[in-house]
């Protein structure tokens, strides 16, 4: 079992900024990719940005690319989501994940966290 806390969600102005956190604690397996995806009312939950811990390679969703910077501490379990820029379109809950790579079945979820983004 893994367990993701996430911390960082808030209401903000558009234009302005936040920081996620997610921490991972349990069976956390060495070779994983942990990310964020997103959720809005009435619209499937979708992808924001991914890293995977060996090689840090990330992937991002198109309508975040350039404001927004996915980063992790391998050695805290962390993984962390640097929002600038924030559009009332990136108002949703925000949810950390986390993927053992090669092993079926090994992913888990954080509860959500809250970003609301005022125009």
């Known amino acids: 079992q893994v367990q993701l806390v996430e911390s960082g969600g808030d209401l903000v102005q558009a234009g302005g900024s936040l920081r996620l956190s997610c921490a991972a604690s349990?069976?956390?397996?060495?070779?994983?990719?942990m990310g964020w995806y997103r959720q809005a009312p009435g619209k499937q939950r979708e992808l924001v940005a991914t890293?995977?811990?060996?090689?840090?390679?990330?992937n991002y969703a198109e309508s975040v690319k350039g404001r927004f910077t996915i980063s992790r501490d391998n050695a805290k379990n962390t993984v962390y989501l640097q929002m600038n820029s924030l559009k009332a379109e990136d108002t949703a809950v925000y949810y950390c994940?986390?993927?053992?790579?090669?092993?079926?079945?090994?992913?888990?979820w954080g509860q959500g966290t809250q970003i609301t983004v005022s125009s």
């Open positions: 994940n986390y993927k053992a790579l090669g092993i079926v079945g090994n992913d888990y």
């Open positions: 349990g069976s956390i397996r060495s070779t994983n990719v």
């Open positions: 890293i995977i811990s060996s090689t840090r390679r990330t």
